[in-house]
């Protein structure tokens, strides 16, 4: 009787793990997402040749850059998701995207990524370093970042800048938090191309 009480017990432990293994949560993978590439601003050309942008290095904090999702949810706060995640390499993510959005709104099919500082020949290259890119889920989320624009030219013009935006999600839930990024990025970008179009016509 014993052994059959043991046995019982044992029966019962294992289905509740396995029932417990088979009801886990599996983890959502997010991208973001260039701006759409659908325009009608005309390319722009220098001395006769595609403007060559350089997107790099773009660097993002620590306490971002990881495979899960963080969200804000106080003034010093965040939490990581583990069961919403990044699908690859976040910061690497972020300097496609910016260069994507670089390449659409300038435009140019001549965007080069890559975080080595080493000069290469080109027209333009673009540094990002963000230092906030987080909110609370169905709030506001907010980019701040510091990025630098440095014309090749004769002259070699650097010009510095600190940009802080922000957008409303549109939803409670990942989806809505990681578009809202996406929007962010665009926003930076329209900045970062905005300068690159004033070096040009001086």
Known sequence: MHNNTNLSVALISLTLFFAGCGSSPIAKLYILDATDSHNSIPAVTMEGHSVVVKVGPVSIADTLNQSQ???RTGPNMLVADEFNRWS????????SVIGENISTLLPTDQVILS????LLPIDFQVLVNIREF???LGGVVTLNADWTVAAKSKDKTVV???SVLQENTDGTDYQAYVAAQSSLLEKLSQEITAEIRKQLIK
């Open 134 to 136: 987080d909110g609370p």
């Open 160 to 162: 510095s800048k600190k």
């Open 88 to 95: 690859g390499d976040l910061q690497s993510n972020i300097t």
């Open 115 to 118: 975080q080595e500082i080493a």
């Open 69 to 71: 999702i963080v969200t």
